[in-house]
Each structure stands twice: as structure tokens, then as C-alpha cells.
């Protein structure tokens, strides 16, 4: 809800008060954006609730509210409507007034949250070892909007990599690393194994097929989990070379991360299954310690538990996730921990939050929450893989983005007889590459799986990356053709709206606020993400419609006011989405 929003519904509720008396202080008059602009701005919908209470009609009771209502410094004259809607429309001084006083807010007047709070966002959490693929795009993208978007509202956001580096997998690694580099082990330089995948493998197929491997893969997970120093040092190996691979992707997406792997909370695990013995949670079953859920049941009907630590004393995700939650709470002092993963990990996060809440290690305060989301499908509809069936590669997705982008500008470059720099050409494509990908999948709604298309992707038409840096770009081009100055329009600037064009685009504007408060709150970004492909479209049509360099004044200024207040809300926007502009394409 923005400003405008909270002074209507204000008023309102004060109409209400004087027109039925102060029973009715405390109701929340339900307002929203009109869908259909000819019945006005807002609808509100509070004499429909009333009827049955007060008695009376619907339209009536809307009556007897607009004659006391009094939105004269915003709005026309209001309207009753249908069964009893009151229909709201802005005046148009009203919105020339809230532009100006934006224009020159670097927040483009959006507030910062009331009241602010620690919360943590965890996302991406590769592999050691595994080459990031297809599967991490989502969280990686998805959790770096929402950090952005919960930064910009004014939150400390701690953006968290939950690394997995840590388990049974690293004593076969390090047992295939002791017999490919058996020199690694003792010596303080660096490795460079090659190719991690193809190492990962390796280890795996002689782990499969030689019995002898297998027991030595399982002492090096005793002699790794005891602190030896040659383990330890193989496992730092492993982990670094793994991070420089990861390291090359979140440059690329420009994402920033804090690592904190599984390894962090190893020490802490114990003290979780003491913690949850003390509470009497704690079950013994078949050898294991577990905890038994409510809801959940296996194939036979009965109660299934969560195990936290294994027959042969080793311990699961579970046990790290609740001691990794348990020193978000305690020693970040974390309101509010976000996950970001897929949706098939739905069922793990709901049990090992029951599990947290029966044991009261969750106060009133704090709100746990799991941001799921669907598959990355191939043009066939089904889970989006190489040709070959193999997991696509995350560095060969961008770069392909990349190089696609590249030859769609070397062939716009050619056609139009342009002639610019290789800076210039490999800047542009790096940045609708990138941007394409990125903006294709925050556009889809996060719990829904899409379907990856290139050629949709950079797509100049539609709702993609491409077009929206466009718009963005044609405004800086209206500021080169004109040699105009957007900082610098004279003394008695001020926006004017005269045509419906205008009009429709001021209003636009004038909703981000609102959208981010919602995105701050749902953790959607594809609505950010619609809001700034109806910019755009509306931008468009703004400019097919009103002439700007070539009207008269004050028009003239008006207009490149609202142009350059389009571009600053583009930018913007872009920005949360993780999305770079460009001056030029």
C-alpha cells in the first residue's frame, strides 16, 4: 500500500467514524486500484461489509460515507458504484504535485521499512566439487533480487551461501585425491585438479567398483571429522578450488555472498541432539535418534521421524540445518531467515521447522520462511537438459546467453551500418546476455517451473530484458539527440499532464512504492518485474503519442521531466532484479 493509499483509506475510516459513530474507529476500509481506469484510480468496497450490521443498503450506507468524506486535496468528486463501491479518481494536480516532489529523490520518494530488522537470505548453496548447473540459476537469481529488494527497504539483510562442504562425499574425494595427486597432501601450494566434475566421477566409479576404496574412503571420513592435518589440508584444497569455479558465476551474475558451508556448524551439532534430548523430543528408533512429526507418515501409516543423528553416530542435513537455524536466531539475531530453494525440498524445510518449534527454539519474533521454487524446463517441456541428457552447466548457459547476444548486436551493428568498438560490442552483449537470463526467470512466478528459450529471451519484443533496457536506452538517446542535460532543465521545471498518455504513465510511476512493499512482503519478484514491463509499454506508448524534443514549453520540460523520471524508475527497478542498464545498444 503506498502513500496515497494509506491517506484514503485515512479518510475513510474517518467518514465511516462520522457517519455511524465511533464503533466503527477501527475498521479497515478494503481499497483497491480500480482494474478498470474509467471508474477512477481506487475502488473502496467498505458498504457491502456494513449491510448486514448497520441494517441497511449497500448504496446507502456508501451515501451516507461520501458525505462525509473529504478527499477534496486528492481527489474529484467521489462516486458510488454497482451494489455500493466508491469509485476514487486522482486529481490531476494531485499527481503533478507527488511527481515533482519525487523527481529529485534518489528513492524516487519510496520510504525505507518502519521498522527494520536482521534478516538473513540464504541461497545459491552449490556442491564442493559439483560444477554449479541449471539447478542453482533459480536460487542464486531468486535470492539475490529479494536481498536486494529487502537492502533497499532498509533491512541488514546477511546473505548467506550454505555451502555443501562437508560429509560422507569428501572421504571418496580425498581418497581418489591421495592416489591421482598423492604430492597434494603434503604440500602448502595450491591445486589445480581440472575439471571438478570429471574428478567427482572418477572418485565415484572407483568407489562403486573397489571394495578397498570404499573402506579407505570411509577412514578418511573418521580421520577428516577428527582434525587430521593431511585430511584437512586435502579438504581446503578441494574447497578451494571449488569456490574459484563458483566465484567466476557470481561474478558474471554479479551476485555477493557470504559462504557459510556445513562445515561452520559441524562443531555445533552435538550440543542439537543434547538440546533435543533435554526437551524429550528425542526418540531412539532402530539405533537412530529421531523425532517423530505430526502430519507425516511413511507407506505403512506410521509415524515418520526426522532423523538427527544416524545409528553409526554420523549426523543428517537436518541436524545442520536446525543448528544452523539455531545460530541464526541466537548469535546473528536473525527476525526473519529466508530459504531459497527448490520446491522439492518443501517437505524437508516444513519438518525441520516443526521440529524447531516443538522444541521452542523459535520466538514470537522471528518468522521462518521457505521461498520455493519450480523446475527450469527445455523448449520439449521437460527438465531442461544437454543433448546428450547430461545437467546443463551453469557457465556454459551464460555463456551461450552471451554469445547468442553478441551475434544478435554484431548483425542490428551491421544492418544499420554502425561501426563500434570491441569494449562496446562485448559490454552490450555481456549485459543483455546476462540480463536476458536473469529477467526470464525472476518474470515467471517463482513457485511455477518455465520454460528456457534463448530466442524468447532476448527477444527485442515483449516481456524480456532486452525491451525494458531498450525503453531505458531510448530515453538516453532522447538526452544525446536533444543535448539535454536531465540534471539541468532550468529553475521553474515542473511536470504538467495534459494528454492521456501522460496521465496513464504518471500513475504508473507513482506505484512502485507499492510494489515494492508487496515484493518486500511476498518475496515475489515477478511482480516487480510486471510493474516494470508496463512501464516500459506505457513509456512507449507515451512517446509514440507525445512529441518531447519537438513540443512547445512548458510541454517541452514537462515531458523530459517525466522522460527522465521513467529512466531514473527503470533503473532503479532494474537494479533490484539484479539487472544492469546501458546507456547505449
Excluded at 525441520?352 to 519474533?365: G, L
Aim: include cysteine; glycine fraction near 6%; proline fraction near 3%.
Amino acid at each position: 500500500m503506498n502513500a496515497t493509499q494509506e491517506q484514503l483509506k485515512l479518510k475513510l475510516t474517518q467518514a465511516l467514524v462520522a457517519a455511524f459513530g465511533t464503533d466503527y474507529t477501527n475498521t479497515d476500509p478494503i481499497l483497491v486500484s480500480a482494474s478498470n481506469p474509467k471508474f477512477g484510480d481506487y475502488q473502496a468496497n467498505v458498504a457491502l461489509s456494513l449491510s448486514k450490521k448497520l441494517g441497511k443498503q449497500p448504496r446507502i450506507i456508501a451515501t451516507e460515507i461520501v458525505n462525509k468524506l473529504d478527499v477534496s486535496d486528492i481527489c474529484e468528486p467521489p462516486e458510488i458504484a454497482g451494489p455500493g463501491f466508491i469509485n476514487l479518481k486522482l486529481q490531476t494536480s494531485y499527481l503533478e504535485a507527488q511527481l515533482n516532489a519525487i523527481q529529485a529523490d534518489d528513492r524516487l520518494g519510496i520510504p525505507t521499512a518502519t521498522n527494520p530488522q536482521k534478516q538473513i537470505v540464504d541461497f545459491s548453496s552449490p556442491n564442493i566439487a559439483k560444477e554449479m548447473h541449471v539447478g542453482h540459476l533459480r536460487s542464486t537469481i531468486i535470492g539475490d533480487s529479494i536481498a536486494r529488494i529487502l537492502e533497499f527497504c532498509g533491512h541488514d539483510v546477511l546473505r548467506l551461501n550454505h555451502v555443501g562442504d562437508w560429509g560422507t562425499q569428501f572421504g571418496m574425494l580425498i581418497t581418489y585425491l591421495r592416489e591421482v595427486y598423492p604430492d597434494a597432501l603434503t604440500t602448502a601450494n595450491a591445486l589445480n585438479i581440472g575439471d571438478l566434475v570429471s574428478f567427482y566421477r572418477q572418485a565415484k566409479k572407483r568407489f562403486d567398483e573397489d571394495a578397498v576404496f570404499q573402506e579407505n574412503s570411509r577412514q578418511e571420513v573418521v580421520r577428516l571429522q577428527a582434525g587430521a592435518e593431511d585430511t584437512l589440508h586435502a579438504w581446503k584444497l578441494l574447497c578451494e578450488q571449488s569456490r574459484q569455479e563458483f566465484q567466476i558465476i557470481y561474478d558474471l551474475l554479479n551476485v555477493e555472498l557470504i559462504e557459510r558451508g556445513e562445515s561452520f556448524y559441524n562443531p555445533l551439532l552435538p550440543k542439537v541432539v543434547e538440546d533435543l534430548a533435554t526437551t524429550g523430543l528425542l526418540e531412539e528408533n532402530q539405533g537412530a535418534k529421531c523425532v517423530f512429526l505430526d502430519g507425516f507418515t511413511n507407506r505403512e501409516g506410521n509415524p515418520l521421524p526426522l532423523i538427527v543423528q544416524k545409528s553409526d553416530g554420523g549426523y543428517n542435513y537436518a541436524t545442520t540445518d536446525l543448528a544452523a537455524l539455531g545460530h541464526r536466531i541466537q548469535k546473528d539475531e536473525a527476525k526473519r531467515i529466508v530459504y531459497v530453494t527448490d520446491e522439492g525440498q518443501s517437505n524437508h524445510f516444513t519438518q525441520f521447522f516443526q521440529v524447531a518449534r516443538k522444541a521452542n527454539w523459535i520466538p514470537e519474533d522471528v518468522e521462518l520462511v521457505h521461498v520455493p521454487f519450480g523446475l527450469v524446463l527445455g523448449e520439449d517441456g521437460k527438465k531442461f537438459k544437454t543433448r546428450s541428457g547430461d545437467t546443463v552447466r551453469l557457465r556454459d548457459l551464460l555463456d551461450e546467453a552471451i554469445n547468442r547476444a553478441r551475434a544478435d548486436i554484431e548483425k542490428r551493428l551491421q544492418e544499420d551500418g554502425r561501426v563500434e568498438t570491441e569494449e562496446f560490442i562485448q559490454n552490450v552483449a555481456e549485459v543483455v546476455g546476462i540480463s536476458a537470463v536473469k529477467y526470464a526467470d525472476l518474470s515467471q512466478n517463482r513457485t511455477s517451473s518455465y520454460v528456457f528459450s534463448y530466442d524468447k529471451m532476448l527477444s527485442l519484443k515483449g516481456n524480456t530484458a532486452p525491451y525494458l533496457l531498450y525503453a531505458y536506452v531510448r530515453i538516453q538517446g532522447i538526452s544525446r539527440q536533444g543535448n539535454i542535460d536531465f540534471t539541468n532543465l532550468g529553475i521553474n521545471r515542473q511536470i504538467l499532464l495534459k494528454e492521456d498518455a501522460e496521465l496513464t504513465l504518471a500513475k504508473h510511476l507513482l506505484q512502485l512504492d507499492e510494489v515494492i512493499k508487496e515484493v518486500e512482503q511476498d518475496l515475489l519478484p515477478n511482480r516487480l518485474c510486471d510493474y516494470l514491463y508496463q512501464l516500459s509499454d506505457k513509456f512507449n506508448k507515451f512517446y509514440e503519442n507525445c512529441p518531447v524534443l519537438k513540443s512547445e514549453e512548458p510541454a517541452r520540460t514537462s515531458r523530459l521531466m517525466l522522460c527522465d523520471l521513467t529512466a531514473k524508475t527503470l533503473k532503479l527497478g532494474l537494479s533490484l532484479l539484479g539487472i544492469k542498464v546501458l546507456e547505449r545498444m
